[in-house]
């Protein structure tokens, strides 16, 4: 990007105070993909600007800055409405901006990207299924990061003797044999639901079941956990937190 001002369509992920009547965002656009910028909110509490920096309300954004220096939003507006999520499928929305920030590095163009976190969020938004959503947008997310699974050897490799494969990041799926499962300290999937995954993934093929749902959120975590160091995720702890007050 050179140093001339330029307009995007994006979605805020993140902002935080950065000195006086300031705010450093972070932004998902659609051709620049993401990308730091700052932008001078004021003093009043009913800033324009600062109204505007909330998530899920599409923007159109007037940035300027080099690559070499920190952007700054020039003109901000709204593009649509607010995107209303609620419950669930708001923290689903925060999970989704958690793992934009922490895993897309900045100034990399991603369109695909850009048009399935708009898709996620209109179907969270229509109160449609959040798993379903959540797994198409992680297997984008890891797509555009260079990531993907080769279900060969879940097909290859079944045998009576094989009840299942566990998956290493550097080596992926490898046999669960029968007579030595008990021994096995990785978490391991059963072979018929690693290849309804797979039909999923490669010809969009309905999952069988709940529990091969279940397998499925699993398995994307142990790969995202992976990626992300095995730092903890602050947006799960919204779900968990819930779950426990609904229960108290």
Request: charged share 20%; with cysteine; glycine share 4%.
């Amino acid at each position: 990007m050179s140093n001339k001002q330029i307009e995007l369509q994006a979605f805020v992920l993140h902002a935080r105070p950065f000195q006086e009547n300031q705010q450093l965002v972070e932004l998902l656009t659609e051709h620049e993909g993401k990308m730091s910028a700052l932008v001078f909110v004021g003093q009043s509490k009913r800033s324009i600007k600062k109204g505007m920096i909330q998530p899920f309300l599409p923007l159109k954004i007037t940035i300027k800055g080099s690559d070499a220096d920190l952007k700054r939003i020039t003109q901000i507006e709204s593009a649509g409405n607010s995107l209303s999520l609620r419950k669930y499928s708001l923290y689903s929305g925060f999970y989704v901006n958690e793992l934009l920030v922490r895993l897309l590095n900045d100034d990399i163009r991603c369109e695909a990207l850009f048009s399935q976190y708009q898709l996620t969020l209109s179907a969270l938004a229509d109160g449609l299924p959040i798993a379903p959503q959540l797994r198409k947008f992680e297997l984008c997310l890891l797509a555009e990061l260079g990531v993907s699974f080769d279900f060969g050897p879940v097909f290859e490799q079944n045998n009576e003797n094989v009840v299942g494969f566990y998956h290493l990041a550097e080596h992926g799926f490898m046999p669960a044999y029968t007579y030595s499962v008990k021994n096995i300290t990785t978490k391991w999937f059963y072979t018929e639901h690693l290849q309804s995954i797979a039909a999923y993934v490669h010809h969009e093929t309905p999952l069988t079941s709940k529990v091969v749902e279940h397998t499925f959120k699993l398995l994307m975590r142990d790969v995202i956990d992976h990626l992300l160091d095995g730092k903890p995720l602050n947006s799960r702890n919204l779900f968990t937190k819930n779950k426990r007050e609904k229960h108290e």
